[in-house]
């Protein structure tokens, strides 16, 4: 039996949460341990915080695509509950 779609988003949620925490403890750990100027830490900054924001803005995407398919298929299933003799 397959997954519903809202559990599989949420999973991927809590997988990505994780996965983007250990990115940027990473980060703050390499640039603890390397004596790096200023210009370089705010490159490795981005690097790690421009992936962080695209999974936001393609999970919300996601879930606003899926919350307008839910509600499609519920539309369809009144309608024809309310055409059928």
């Not at 403890?25 to 790096?36: C, E, G, L, N």
């Amino acid at each position: 039996m397959p997954l519903p779609l809202p559990v599989i988003l949420w999973l991927s949620i809590a997988l990505i949460a994780v996965s983007q925490v250990m990115i940027l403890r990473s980060t703050v750990r390499a640039m603890r341990a390397a004596a790096s100027e200023q210009a370089r830490r705010g490159i490795e900054w981005a690097y790690a915080v421009v992936p962080v924001i695209v999974l936001v803005l393609v999970l919300v995407a996601t879930w606003d695509a899926s919350q307008a398919h839910t509600t499609r298929l519920e539309l369809e299933a009144k309608a024809s509950q309310t055409s059928a003799p």
